[in-house]
Structures are given as C-alpha cells and as structure tokens.
C-alpha cells in the first residue's frame, strides 16, 4: 500500500509563488511516473505536470513556464513550485504516484490552492 501526502497549499495573490509538496509512504519501488493534477468543483480533475523516475517531465500548456515539477533527493518525495500564479490557477490540487501512464494510480487527499486578491 501507498500513502501520499500533499502539503504547501494556501490562499496567495496574483503574481505570487507557492510551492507544493508531497511525501509518499509505503511499497513505492517501481512506481516510476509522479504528477500534479488539479480539480475544481463540477470539473475533471486535469493534468498539471509529470516527473518521471529518469527525470523527464511535461507539463499543461496553461502552466508551461510558470511551473516547475521536481523531485527530492529522497526519491519518495515531489514538488511542483508554481510561479505567477493567477485566479485561474485556483484549484484543490492532488499529487499522483503510478508505475506507469496507465496503471492505476496511488493519490494524495489534496491541498487547496487560491489565488485571490
């Protein structure tokens, strides 16, 4: 079993920064592709940015340039630093561990982001 934490989210301005964090626990070997997904009431939960175990990411048009999806030296750990961030960007924000794009994948329980002013 996988245990996936999200943490870092927050209400911050237009124009702001947050950086988003989540810690995975439990039978991690193999899960090979880590990512940041994103969901607003009455909407699909949408892609954000994926890492994959050799480093290669991709990201969401809407969020290229402004994101920048990591992972810890740890290994069980990834970030997404999200930059200029606008209202749009508004969303509960969801990490995801899979060993691979269509395996099922393990999920966070979410961290709310607002950007407001």
């Known amino acids: 079993q996988v245990q996936l934490v999200e943490s870092g989210g927050g209400l911050v301005q237009p124009g702001g920064s947050l950086r988003l964090s989540c810690a995975a626990s439990?039978?991690?070997?193999?899960?090979?592709?880590m990512g940041w997904y994103r969901q607003n009431p009455g909407k699909e939960r949408e892609l954000v940015a994926v890492?994959?175990?050799?480093?290669?990411?991709n990201y969401a048009d809407s969020v290229r340039g402004r994101f920048t999806i990591s992972r810890g030296d740890a290994r069980n750990t990834v970030h997404l630093q999200m930059n200029s961030l606008k209202p749009e960007d508004t969303a509960v924000y969801y990490c995801?561990?899979?060993?691979?794009?269509?395996?099922?994948?393990?999920w966070g329980q979410g961290t709310q982001v607002t950007v407001s002013s």
């Open positions: 995801n561990f899979r060993k691979t794009l269509t395996s099922t994948p393990y």
């Open positions: 439990g039978s991690i070997y193999g899960l090979n592709f």
């Open positions: 890492i994959t175990s050799g480093g290669s990411t």
